[in-house]
T-cell receptor
């Protein structure tokens, strides 16, 4: 069964420190993976997707098929990065369904 | 210029009542979804409609019934509300279901059953 695991419920760092939000997935085929972010009192929105290999707001995520991971990284955290981050796997069922991890709250302290 | 909008934003109701949450998207998308976020912030899909046809029903109790009058709307009706239904419900839409499709989410409806 497809599954997404985010082992950390809360990650607290100081401004300027590097950040890594962990995501592991369980899926036997070629996964489609995403990171979504929810800032305080705002809606969930797409941050980045693995297929684009892009950097958004300084964040990057590399798919590691050997480790079945898709960790989200940023070299220098900013206070405005504080939010809830969800890793998601698109189900191969051709329904558009997203399977979410449990979410990690990132808290960037001044 | 809201893309996916849900009403109401907050809903407090008593056990046993019937309530509806409305969702509308103005993005011209074919596919709409309902997700439930529980008290532990875990997000899980409930339903998905593609061109007004149900394509996902994720073992949700029969008390929950989605209705899609047209492609731009997917409403969620809940009968005989229970305490365990308290959660945040998110509507979302996407252009189709294929590779790389981004899902756009509404702001959520916080349902509290007392």
């Amino acid at each position: 069964a497809q599954r997404v695991t985010q082992p950390e419920k809360l990650l607290s760092v100081f401004k300027g420190a590097p950040v890594e939000l962990k995501c592991n997935y369980s899926y036997s085929g070629s996964p489609e993976l995403f990171w979504y972010v929810q800032y305080s009192r705002q809606r969930l929105q797409l941050l980045l997707r693995h297929i684009s290999r892009e950097s958004i707001k300084g964040f990057t995520a590399d798919l590691n098929k050997g480790e079945t991971s898709f960790h989200l990284k940023k070299p220098f955290a900013q206070e405005e990065d504080s939010a809830m981050y969800y890793c998601a796997l698109r189900s191969p069922s051709n329904t558009g369904k997203l399977i979410f991890g449990q979410g990690t709250t990132l808290q960037v302290k001044p | 210029d809201t893309a996916v909008s849900q009403t109401p934003k907050y809903l407090v109701t008593q056990m046993g009542n019937d309530k509806s949450i409305k969702c509308e998207q103005n993005l011209g998308h074919d596919t709409m979804y309902w997700y439930k976020q529980d008290s532990k912030k875990f997000l899980k899909i409930m339903f998905s409609y593609n061109n007004k046809e149900l394509i996902i029903n994720e073992t949700v109790p029969n008390r929950f019934s989605p209705k899609s009058p047209d492609k731009a709307h997917l409403n969620l009706h809940i009968n005989s509300l229970e305490l365990g239904d308290s959660a945040v419900y998110f509507c979302a839409s996407s252009q189709g279901v294929h590779d790389n499709t981004e899902a756009f989410f509404g702001q959520g409806t916080r349902l509290t059953v007392v």
